[in-house]
């Protein structure tokens, strides 16, 4: 099994609905992020969360929500979608910050 | 100005040739520093990291370090077609990494 999971891997969505992106890890980390990749741009930072009473807003916040339910998962809602909102979001987590991140496999979200 | 800066490329080197890849960086305080290949589509997946100046050899890949110049670089010696991809440098300061926003690099057979 991959070390972080996302769910699902695609998914296309209608304006105003909301969506919910599922993220779990097996490597015991505390930390984990969520990003968007758009062409151009790179990785963008959304949330990340470094223990599961710490939230903790990233460069582009606003339209999304996350939850930090276990150590292992963390999940990203976007309360209505709108199509600026179609990107590549991958998820992510570290231990000591020296160690670098492992990304999951990414999830490609379209809204239309 | 942005936390990391890369050149977008595209870069591109005949087989066997050695690619080299830089990036510099705004925060003096970053201490850990990182190289991630992605191909069109794929997650980032982390290649090298270094931590102190100087260079860092693993296999076909060399990451140099200049904390006083502030920048990164990556060497692929005998680049293969394999190695196509977008390189992301990354840098640690504080609580969270920076990412650059990438290099394309293409080895032509």
């Known amino acids: 099994d991959a070390d972080v999971t996302q769910t699902p891997r695609n998914r296309i969505t209608k304006t105003g609905k909301r969506i919910m992106l599922e993220c779990s890890q097996t490597k015991g980390h505390d930390r984990m992020y969520w990003y968007r990749q758009d062409p151009g741009l790179g990785l963008r930072l959304i949330y990340y969360s470094f223990d599961v009473k710490d939230i903790n807003k990233g460069e582009i916040s606003d339209g999304y929500s996350v939850s930090r339910q276990a150590q292992a998962k963390f999940s990203l809602s976007l309360e209505s979608a709108i199509p600026n909102q179609t990107a590549l979001y991958f998820c992510?987590?570290?231990?000591?910050?020296?160690?670098?991140?492992?990304f999951g496999s990414g999830t490609r979200l379209t809204v239309v | 100005q942005k936390e990391v800066e890369q050149n977008s490329g595209p870069l591109s080197v005949p087989e066997g040739a050695i690619a080299s890849l830089n990036c510099t960086y705004s925060d003096r305080g970053s201490q850990s520093f990182f190289w991630y290949r992605q191909y069109s589509g794929k997650s980032p997946e982390l290649i090298m990291s270094?931590?102190?100046?100087g260079d860092k050899e693993d296999g076909r890949f060399t990451a140099q370090l200049n904390k006083a110049s502030q920048y990164v670089s990556l060497l692929i010696r005998d680049s293969q077609p394999s190695d196509s991809a977008t390189y992301l440098c990354?840098?640690?300061?504080?609580?969270?990494?920076?990412f650059g926003t990438g290099t394309s690099l293409t080895v032509i057979p």
């Open positions: 990354a840098v640690n300061a504080g609580n969270q990494f920076y």
């Open positions: 992510a987590t570290s231990g000591v910050r020296d160690y670098g991140y492992t």
């Open positions: 270094i931590y102190s100046n």
